[in-house]
């Protein structure tokens, strides 16, 4: 192998390991108790979405409408 070709590895590794070590929003959540969920709150389901999934789980158990 030439230097250059060296070098090139040699960079393309360095860049790999620097952007797994990414910190902030990126970063993967540390769980600090077991059985608690620590990530964002998920935002309610309105009335309507709320009336569709109620309709689909009749139908689904069989009933009728």
Known sequence: MTT??????????LL???AGCQEGENAN????QKGVYSGPADEPLSDETNQQLRQRMIIQRGGSI
């Open 16 to 18: 790999g390991l620097l």
């Open 4 to 13: 250059r070709t060296v070098r090139f590895f040699v960079l393309a590794i």
């Open 29 to 32: 959540p540390f769980l600090k």
